[in-house]
């Protein structure tokens, strides 16, 4: 026992003594996080230790293993030291005078705070908010972001790599109105792009319009495709509803009638008939909308004749379609070649065609041709695909592809791509993001740091806000890096300068380059760090995703969902389904959060345990 004694007074003196090395740390802390950076620092330093042996002796004694001290890590320790002082002299229990500094339940308040001022109140019946990523539609339909304030949307995502800012201020100006009218708060939450690395544009592919008819099965059409003739048209707005859509000269749709027949061959020389039912704005030949039985890929510049009772009264042939590009299909053992994107407005003429084992697509940072180097291991597409690099030059990559589907696996333009091993030295804020941010600035609540990966990245973006009069914006933390991880703690110490902060963990990226095997641990350490510095955390990526996109959950991200009890606010992404996910994971949290409190198993009432010898036998 008195071993034990000695040991938990070393453990606090450890925790004295990181205090005291960054007692700068301190003073820099705004006031409100004062205490925060304090407890922080004696977390890290209990953490420094490995203290499985002290954990297993004290709860053989049945006291605190120390296991859920983030929140008040110097109290808790006192608290413990004084029991096994009483312990060792044999004299009654007192407990220790009221501490000065955080004890679990003043932590637990302050993070509770913080979290309000960051994320806003927290509703009621729930602690932990709902943040939901706006579709482009959530600008033109006020309805839609109203449904999912009204389904329990706490906080909204704006992700400014997509859309514009016309866009996103329409989307605002919806959750705004939406707030107002239900009664209910919504934060605004602008996530800047970073330098996020994307493969660029393929130029390989064909303008091309495909259309497909759904059948029984036995193969019986249950449904023609129904497909738009359009005249003077290069899109498909203010279409009726339809499965496609073909641009044609006037000539050919003035005189069509209901009941003519249209035919054309598509791209696989596949003769198809084309049956008029509709036609509209007839004085100017605008538009008719055919039926067809069979499905087909039809080129730009295919010709099109109009039949009236077999007989031939027009031919024409269709327009400018949308292009459609042909995404690379790589297998193991493929060599991919990696080339800096052409600048915005060169028209220089797309790649020559190589072989299949020579494929080429291009990307979008140009430093990865600095920094990468041959072995290093790199993922495109969330991971989907991998490979290691096997020669570097100015002006390409090469990568021999040792992970792909069975048939191969698909690469398009617009994917990420992964260097878990390549520093890029380059930061977080993007020029693209500092324009960005004179938006933000004005019209946000909370802005989010993409790719943070060193306390400098922190630091920047206070300047930039200060630049703009908004030094007290909520900040957002997004760990998505190997890099962001391991300087997590100095991270925090920068972050917690101006209030308030908190932390997204951004599992999607941050899997593929610490590895998936390690995420679990990887996240977990995330949360107690986070507590310990008494930072809000938002759980994020994929969250519900097969049910926000299909209307069915899975059965392991409905686990997964409620272990975001753990956390402050639960990111959603984007889908058809999205109001039934933001419903369904408003029960979710309702019903879990009587069960955990951070780490913390709470011990309500359970009806399964209401059992007897009667019921039993």
Not at 291 to 301: D, H, M, N, P, Y
Request: hydrophobic share 40%; with cysteine.
């Amino acid at each position: 026992m008195s071993a034990l004694r000695g040991e938990l007074k070393e453990l606090r003196a450890s925790c004295l003594a990181m205090e005291t090395e960054f007692r700068e740390s301190i003073a820099q802390a705004c006031p409100e996080s004062r205490e925060s950076v304090r407890n922080l620092l004696h977390y890290l330093a209990l953490r420094k230790h490995d203290l499985r042996d002290v954990q297993t002796r004290l709860a053989a004694l049945g006291l605190s293993s120390l296991g859920r001290l983030e929140s008040g890590v110097l109290t808790g320790i006192d608290a413990v030291i004084a029991i096994v002082d009483a312990l060792v002299a044999q004299h009654p229990f007192r407990p220790a005078p009221p501490p000065e500094g955080l004890d679990h339940r003043s932590g637990s308040d302050v993070l509770t705070a913080h979290a309000e001022d960051l994320l806003g109140p927290s509703p009621e019946g729930r602690a932990v908010r709902i943040m939901v990523t706006m579709p482009s539609e959530a600008a033109r339909s006020y309805e839609l972001v109203k449904s999912m304030v009204e389904a329990g949307m706490d906080v909204m995502r704006v992700n400014c790599a997509h859309d514009a800012a016309d866009d996103w201020k329409c989307m605002i100006d919806h959750a705004r109105r939406a707030s107002q009218e239900l009664g209910k708060p919504c934060k605004v939450l602008m996530d800047l792009a970073g330098p996020k690395l994307r493969t660029g544009a393929i130029h390989r592919g064909s303008r091309v319009m495909h259309w497909r008819v759904r059948r029984n099965v036995r193969g019986t059409v249950t449904s023609p495709a129904r497909i738009c003739l359009v005249s003077g048209h290069s899109g498909s707005e203010a279409l009726p509803p339809c499965d496609a859509w073909l641009p044609v000269p006037h000539s050919l749709l003035l005189p069509a009638r209901p009941g003519d027949i249209l035919k054309l061959t598509d791209a696989r020389g596949k003769n198809r008939t084309l049956t008029v039912t509709e036609t509209a704005n007839q004085a100017s030949g605008q538009q008719c909308v055919c039926t067809c039985e069979k499905s087909a890929w039809v080129l730009s510049g295919a010709e099109v004749s109009l039949l009236r009772k077999g007989e031939t009264i027009g031919t024409g042939h269709v327009g400018d379609l949308p292009f459609v590009e042909e995404p690379l299909r790589l297998r193991v053992g493929d060599i991919l070649t990696l080339t800096p994107e052409a600048p915005p407005g060169d028209e220089a003429s797309p790649p020559p065609s190589r072989r299949r084992h020579e494929l080429q697509i291009s990307c979008t940072l140009p430093e990865v041709f600095s920094t990468a180097l041959p072995g290093q291991p790199i993922f495109f597409d969330d991971g989907m695909i991998g490979g290691r690099i096997r020669e570097v030059h100015p002006d390409r990559i090469q990568v021999g592809i040792t992970h792909a589907g069975d048939a191969g696996s698909r690469l398009g333009s617009a994917k990420g791509i992964n260097l878990p091993e390549t520093a890029f030295g380059i930061g977080a804020l993007t020029a693209k993001d500092k324009l960005d941010l004179d938006f933000v600035a004005q019209h946000a609540d909370l802005v989010g740091l993409s790719f943070v990966r060193r306390p400098e990245d922190v630091t920047e973006l206070h300047r930039e806000l200060a630049k703009h009069g908004n030094t007290r914006m909520g900040i957002v933390l997004k760990i998505e890096s190997r890099p962001g991880f391991d300087h997590l703690p100095l991270i925090m110490l920068a972050a917690l300068r101006q209030y308030p902060a908190g932390i997204m963990v951004a599992r999607g990226d941050l899997a593929i380059e610490a590895g998936f095997e390690r995420l679990a641990e990887i996240q977990e350490e995330i949360l107690w760090l986070s507590e310990a510095a008494h930072m809000p955390v938002i759980w994020a990526t994929q969250v519900l995703d097969t049910l926000a996109r299909t209307g069915v959950p899975s059965r392991a991200e409905v686990t997964d969902a409620a272990m975001g009890v753990r956390a402050e606010c639960v990111m959603l992404n984007k889908g058809p389904h999205i109001l039934d996910a933001v419903t369904f994971l408003d029960h979710i949290l309702h019903r879990m959060q009587d069960h955990h409190i951070k780490k913390r198993s709470m011990l309500r009432r359970l009806a399964v345990a209401q059992v007897s010898h009667v019921a039993g036998s």
